[in-house]
């Protein structure tokens, strides 16, 4: 009790102890720790041990709240009678949540908002304890349905089971507030750098033109013009349509590669997001508590290869889309303080959509692509006892020594170029933004220059990789990998 915390949770606290020493747990925990500034939040089966104490209960079925009362509204709410039988019927018509039988003909039933007076002339009527049922309802026993029949139809939400989405709508939900420095911050922050250093590079460009003397001049085809004399609308005035193209095509790659700071980042938190996923659990034990959850241990790995292959990406494209936006903004100021036009100059000729477009339309190909070191990692993560990082890249590493070892050796025949390539770059690089651009059909480039950026970055190269062997073989391995996880994690954790 030495806590000192506003609010103070304990996860079934007195598991394990005897009768006694459970009253005597509860009774110091409202003398030494409890006062009026905090808040205990107890989990519990054994309601009967802490009822005399609660303030609030809350009952939870399938992940969904199908009780919230305060203690003393809970006593009005529900009533239970020792029914005649005679009366059984009729008691029955009022629709009671719950029944037993006793002998000698007597039946207890429990009523939820049933006015005292219909109830009083049906047998003994009493508050009920909290015990009964929500032991009952633990064991599948309390009949929600006569809540639902009574009530009308606005209390079908409340006791409906919960469809999966919301399930993993939950498991996203904590994984992103869990991770949200690595998810949410880091790319923003990175795309943010470079923003910053972009301004930093246009003010440093800005002083050294200033600092050129006036006779300076450059030298382009058809003419010259001096530099502190620059003046873009007539640069504008002469340049080509084709020039103007390659100038938009060069825009679109510095954009691409202003894009890439918010992916490199993404690399670094998937890589030790997944290696971290379900070890952390294990080394602080908060994974009792998880598994105390109606939660499979399926949704929660599979929760986790969702926030590493979806929500993590799609994050990190909205960051390189805000960077891209930022930089056209920076180069339409940059081009203002010029006398020029953005319009005509930067936002025809170039295609920041196009570019955003091609960003989002790249993470089914990420998600898939990355599925072998999602696997690998998440199946280190659930078997090693300790240093989870070591183990992931030792064995494939020392795999391809031994087997280049073996090639060097003519022990057999296997090519050590491909092992290193498909199989331990592949275990551990796969999460890389771009990684499978190398498995991609480019096709026939028929321009030349910076535009030619378009035909080698487009949606025709990007969903090539969906034909590939390359892509589905690794997206198999990779399942079978979170599987092995999946189990090690329910075997660890019971065994």
Not at 136 to 156: D, K, P, T, V, Y
Not at 262 to 291: H, I, N, T
Not at 461 to 472: A, R
């Amino acid at each position: 009790m030495a806590i000192d915390a506003k609010l103070l949770v304990l996860d079934e606290p007195t598991l394990g102890l005897d009768i006694l020493y459970r009253k005597q747990f509860y009774q110091r925990l409202l003398e030494d720790y409890f006062d009026e500034e905090k808040t205990i939040l107890v989990t519990t089966h054994q309601v009967e041990e802490i009822e005399h104490i609660l303030t609030d209960v809350m009952f939870i079925r399938d992940g969904k709240i199908v009780l919230d009362n305060d203690m003393e509204s809970l006593g009005e709410r529900f009533i239970e009678v020792l029914v005649n039988g005679e009366k059984t019927d009729q008691a029955r018509a009022l629709k009671p949540i719950d029944e037993r039988a006793l002998p000698f003909g007597k039946t207890v039933m429990l009523f939820d908002s049933v006015p005292h007076e219909h109830l009083s002339g049906l047998g003994e009527t009493r508050t009920p304890g909290l015990g009964r049922p929500v032991r009952r309802h633990h064991e599948g026993n309390l009949r929600m349905n006569a809540i639902q029949e009574s009530h009308g139809g606005a209390r079908a939400a409340v006791v409906a089971a919960p469809h999966p989405t919301h399930t993993y709508k939950m498991l996203l939900k904590r994984e992103f507030w869990e991770h949200k420095g690595g998810f949410f911050w880091a790319p923003l922050v990175a795309g943010g750098i470079l923003l910053l250093l972009t301004l930093m590079g246009v003010g440093a460009g800005e002083v050294l033109l200033r600092k050129v003397p006036d006779h300076a001049t450059i030298n382009v085809e058809g003419g010259s013009f001096q530099v502190n004399g620059l003046d873009l609308a007539r640069l504008t005035e002469k340049i080509s349509p084709n020039e103007l193209r390659e100038f938009g095509g060069a825009i679109d790659a510095s954009l691409y590669m202003a894009a890439t700071w918010p992916f490199v980042v993404l690399a670094f938190v998937v890589f030790f997001y997944c290696l971290g996923s379900l070890y952390d659990d294990r080394k602080d034990r908060s994974v009792l508590f998880w598994k105390s959850l109606p939660i499979s241990d399926r949704d929660t790995v599979l929760s986790k290869v969702l926030s590493a292959t979806l929500m993590a990406p799609v994050i990190a494209a909205t960051a390189a889309i805000l960077t891209v936006f930022g930089s056209m903004l920076i180069y339409s100021l940059v081009v203002l303080l010029h006398g020029g036009n953005p319009y005509t100059l930067l936002w025809v000729p170039a295609s920041p959509l196009k570019v955003c477009a091609h960003l989002l339309a790249s993470i089914p190909v990420y998600a898939l692509w990355a599925l072998p070191t999602v696997g690998w990692l998440m199946l280190c993560s659930s078997w090693a006892k300790s240093k989870p990082f070591l183990w992931a890249l030792i064995i494939p590493i020392f795999a391809g020594i031994f087997v280049g070892w073996f090639d060097l050796m003519h022990a057999f025949d296997l090519d050590t170029a491909w092992f290193w390539k498909n199989i331990v770059a592949r275990s551990l690089t796969s999460i890389v933004p771009g990684a499978w651009f190398d498995a991609a059909n480019i096709g026939d480039i028929s321009v030349d220059g910076p535009q030619a950026i378009h035909s080698v970055i487009n949606l025709r190269t990007m969903y090539s990789v969906l034909l590939t062997p390359q892509l589905w073989i690794g997206a198999v391995a990779g399942a079978a990998m979170l599987y092995g996880a999946i189990r090690m994690r329910r075997w660890r954790d019971d065994g």
